[in-house]
């Protein structure tokens, strides 16, 4: 075996062919196809795949053995096992060669294990390796990986442009919806396919086969990861879309908003949880471990169990929150005497952007256990009043009609037209109080509507300053006369704004 390898790696082929069992073959052709099958011979057998060549023996032992087993291929029907059989050369001298049933199967041996293209390759790509692998295998590595990223791209775009007519004849938005998730995982996919059958022709030793294998299934995975995060996300935003085209409720379009970020956001912490657990299981070290752990740390257990039930609990509340909906995305609310929008919902807080831009973070467990303003659950339609306080001789239909003239001027549609409405609501010794309700289609219109009518009533009062709060005060003499009973004509006015 030593004498046949040495031969065979230093390229000299026709000392090689000494060692194969040739009587089979005409001695003419002898030379040139033994040379030809120790070749083939040496691309089966000399790589770690299926034989170990420290386990051969360094002697013949009691010099009765007659033939000795390398080891067994396999082949596409049935195995071929790998023998040498000792021959008398003369009297007293013998030799081990490969024997005859091994030498008639070489051919069939180099097409199932041999490396493609060897005998078309220079000596130099077999004769040297590196960590392992030969230069051709390095040489193969690289346009393996390189030709089925370029095959990869072709062929995703021949599939999306077929996949597009498809569509496009039908006129599928859920359809172009999935393409639009695929386009990326699916060239990943098939650079993983491409890459694992390319592989298979280098004919890689155990460690590096298994290290491409967990690269390929690792590509899988996250391209199917990768899919469902997309789709997930695509499919979230179409159906808002085909709420918003349907004409829905505003509020129903905004609870249904609420429930698919919730669940989109639980979607999406599963989808990574079980793609970086099937990536783990890949490798044996963290299985086992994994295993052991959960085996011997039961008590561990508990109490990591215990540490985290106010992180589950928060989370089971924002998964709670999505359904019963206390609160919505675009939902105007008071929480903590804060006036705000709704802005972000997550699994475990929720963010309030005030009337100034700042941004209230509030744990999602707040909206299950105090109570709060909500002032778009039913609908955003909002009322709001406006208080004026005016003197005794104030014309109240003046400022009736100054609402109406407002309401009917306005620039800006913040008035829905449903409600509008002015009434004494409170009398004093020195006031009237006049409130006036006006209605609008969301709470921040009527916010805008309240102080332009606000303003604009100002200006009517600055026009009737009599009509403004005065404090009046009359003055008696001490005559107990009858006459001296009656109120002195000169009276004293204090008017204050």
Not at 260 to 269: C, Y
Request: charged share 20%; aromatic share 10%.
């Amino acid at each position: 075996m030593q004498g046949f390898l040495a031969a065979a790696r230093a390229g000299n082929y026709a000392l090689a062919a000494h060692y194969l069992w040739l009587n089979h073959i005409s001695l003419r052709l002898q030379p040139t196809e033994g040379a030809r099958l120790a070749r083939r011979l040496r691309f089966v057998i000399d790589r770690p795949l299926f034989i170990d060549y420290n386990k051969l023996p360094d002697d013949d032992g009691d010099g009765t053995r007659k033939r000795f087993q390398l080891g067994v291929l396999p082949l596409s029907h049935g195995t071929q096992p790998i023998r040498l059989v000792k021959v008398d050369l003369a009297p007293d001298e013998i030799a081990w060669v490969f024997d005859e049933d091994t030498v008639r199967a070489i051919d069939r041996l180099y097409e199932r294990h041999g490396p493609p293209f060897a005998e078309k390759l220079h000596e130099v790509f077999f004769n040297h390796s590196f960590l392992s692998l030969e230069l051709w295998q390095w040489l193969g590595l690289l346009i393996v990986i390189l030709g089925a990223a370029l095959a990869a791209i072709i062929l995703k775009s021949v599939i999306f442009a077929i996949a597009r007519r498809a569509g496009r004849l039908k006129d599928l938005r859920w359809y172009n919806a999935v393409l639009d998730s695929a386009r990326g995982p699916l060239r990943l996919t098939l650079w993983a396919g491409f890459v694992a059958a390319g592989v298979d022709w280098l004919l890689l030793p155990p460690a590096a086969d298994h290290f491409f294998e967990i690269v390929v299934r690792s590509a899988v995975i996250i391209a199917v990861a990768w899919f469902l995060r997309r789709f997930v996300n695509r499919s979230a935003s179409y159906v808002q879309e085909l709420a918003a085209l349907e004409g829905q409720d505003p509020g129903r379009i905004r609870g249904l908003r609420t429930q698919l970020t919730v669940l989109n956001r639980v979607f999406e912490i599963a989808i990574y949880v079980v793609s970086v657990a099937l990536l783990l299981m890949q490798f044996d070290f963290v299985r086992h471990v994994g295993v052991s752990l959960l085996a011997s740390a039961g008590i561990a257990g508990l109490v990591i169990g215990f540490a985290a039930q106010r992180s589950m609990s928060t989370i089971l509340a924002g998964i709670q929150l999505s359904f019963t909906q206390p609160i919505r995305i675009g939902d105007t609310v008071v929480v903590e005497n804060e006036n705000g929008v709704i802005e972000e919902i997550t699994l475990t807080y929720a963010v309030v952007r005030t009337w100034d831009l700042r941004r209230l973070i509030v744990p999602i467990t707040y909206f299950l256990e105090k109570p709060f303003q909500n002032w778009s659950k039913g609908s955003p339609e909002t009322l709001g009043a406006v208080t004026l306080a005016v003197d005794h001789l104030a014309d109240i239909d003046a400022f009736r009609a100054e609402l109406q003239r407002i309401l009917e001027q306005e620039e800006r549609p913040l008035w829905d037209g449903k409600v509008q409405d002015l009434k004494v609501t409170e009398v004093t010794g020195t006031t009237i109080t006049l409130r006036i309700l006006l209605s609008s289609s969301n709470p921040e219109a009527n916010w805008n509507l309240r102080c332009l009518v606000r303003e604009r009533m100002l200006r009517l009062l600055q026009k009737h300053p009599q009509w403004l709060p005065t404090s009046r005060a009359e003055t008696r003499t001490g005559n107990s006369s009858p006459d001296a009973a009656r109120p002195q004509s000169t009276e004293s006015e204090v008017k204050r704004i």
